[in-house]
């Protein structure tokens, strides 16, 4: 079960409100990442929470659990 200090690797596909594909990392290496160490967005993170080896979940996240709202002054940095 997924909790604190869990060593977490999953895949993922995000699609925007129309279900078009946005990004995924289905094909390549799976994210992983440590639970409980704010390496992954919060609401995410939240949402994994308890999960078990194996188990499969659609997760839909508000902006505040997210991102955040884009605004008209969003910019993005890579």
């Known amino acids: 079960m997924i909790k604190n200090g869990s060593v977490v690797s999953f895949e993922y596909t995000i ?17 992983t990442y440590t639970h409980g160490q704010q390496q992954i967005i919060p609401g995410l993170e939240k949402k994994l929470s308890g999960m078990e080896i194996n188990e499969e979940k659609n997760v839909r996240l508000p902006p505040e659990g997210a991102f955040g709202p884009v605004g008209e002054n969003f910019e993005l940095w890579c």
């Open 15 to 31: 699609f925007d409100e129309n279900g078009k594909v946005i990004d995924s990392s289905r094909g390549k290496e799976p994210v």
